[in-house]
């Protein structure tokens, strides 16, 4: 099929399908600036054929809007007003009172400084009752000195280390028919 060639001369660019009545209305603007400025700053001579003229500052809206004019007459009067203020500094004055009360002088003083750090304070080492050995003694602790009251622990085989590692409780049971002496119950 032989294409058919538009009797008006064609833009050289192709155009949105509908869009050709205005790419033929713009045609004869497009001569003097290349693709890249008509695209960066649109059609000129499209609004307006004077390209000097400068946009107007006030809308349509803002020419036929009128300001509602108030009353001409007082609606309150003179002492009410005065009275009105009166009371609102009142309470500015209340409230600007509330905000602006002076803090009272902190003594910024930390424990170590209050307890530790007096004149006069000796600090005295006790002397020790009984050797310990941090190594092997057992650590003195709330569990420890309460362990009988825990509920849900296998039997303790010694007080002294009553925390240590017990494997009866997973020891089969035919396994210990065969011991002579049996655990004791907590």
């Known amino acids: 099929m032989a294409e058919q060639q538009n009797p008006v001369e064609r833009t050289g660019r192709g155009c949105m399908l ?5 790419e033929r209305a713009v045609a004869p ?5 290349t ?23 006030v809308t349509t809206l803002k020419a036929s809007y009128v300001p509602p004019k108030g009353p001409v007459v007082r609606l309150r009067g003179i002492r009410g007003e005065l009275l009105e203020k009166h009371i609102a500094e009142m309470m500015r004055d209340e409230v ?15 424990t170590t400084q209050k307890d530790f750090c007096v004149e006069g304070f000796v600090p005295l080492t ?24 825990i509920q849900g622990v296998t039997a303790v085989q010694n007080p002294k280390a009553p925390f240590r590692k017990w494997a009866l409780f997973s020891t089969p049971i ?4 065969d011991e002579i002496e049996l655990p004791p119950d907590n």
């Open 18 to 22: 509908h869009n050709w009545v205005e």
């Open 35 to 57: 693709r890249l400025q008509i695209l960066k700053q649109g059609h000129g001579g499209i609004l307006t054929m004077d390209l000097e003229s400068k946009m107007e500052t």
């Open 126 to 149: 006790p002397e020790t009752t009984q050797v310990h050995d941090y190594k092997t003694d057992e650590a003195i602790t709330f569990w420890s000195e309460n362990y009988q009251r």
């Open 96 to 110: 600007q009172a509330e905000l602006n009360t002076q803090s009272p002088e902190m003594d910024y003083c930390s």
């Open 29 to 33: 603007l497009d001569t003097q600036r």
């Open 174 to 177: 035919s396994e210990r028919l």
